[in-house]
């Protein structure tokens, strides 16, 4: 099959403990203002650089993700590192994910953070040269004189709200009230499950 034929999606890792509207907003604009037919967001069990210990179950971030993205038909979520060796590196999730979607250009979607410290990543060359990365601004990282700036590497002018998943964890284990933090319902599912209370 040609590239030009194939469905082009864009991967968007993330632990999302929980999912918030930085994500969603994010997301949002790549959809409207790249050439991308769909988002997939792919709850990673366990960052290989970033260790929580408030992280709650992955079946709980995965519900809360499928919660943010019920009303977008053109967002999913993807729990295939659920099924993967630990910690969860990239590398090994886009090989997988290509052999298993030849019918799909996948373009890896990072903050310009990641991509100056690309080299913390396993095998950084190898993700730059055999996938598509859109990179969006993180306050103090230069995209464009990162290492890894190269020809597979496109920018994006993203909007960023200066929220995370840390200030909403934080929050509500001040008793604090986040329901406009995070997507419609995520909130409700916070509160049901009782997640991040006893931080
Ligand atoms: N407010 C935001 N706007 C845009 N992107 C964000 C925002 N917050 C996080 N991201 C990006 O989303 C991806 C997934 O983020 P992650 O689930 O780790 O959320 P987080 O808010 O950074 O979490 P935590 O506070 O627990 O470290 C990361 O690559 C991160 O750079
Ligand atoms: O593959 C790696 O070595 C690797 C190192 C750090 C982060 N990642 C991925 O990048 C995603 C976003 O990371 P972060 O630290 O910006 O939240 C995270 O969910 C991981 O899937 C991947």
Known sequence: MINSAKIKTGLFFGSFNPVHIGHMALANYILEYSDLSEIWFIVTPSNPLKKSKDLVDENLRLEMVKIAIADEPRFSVNDI?????????????LFALKEKNPERQFSIIIGSDNLVHFEKWKNPEVIITTFDVIVYPRPGFDALSAKYFREKVSLIDAPLLDISSTLIRDAIAEKKSMRFLVPCGVYEFILKQDLYSGL
């Not at 590192?81 to 590398?91: A, D, N, Q, V």
């Open 81 to 93: 590192e659920f099924f993967m060796p630990r910690p969860s590196y990239t590398i090994d999730t």
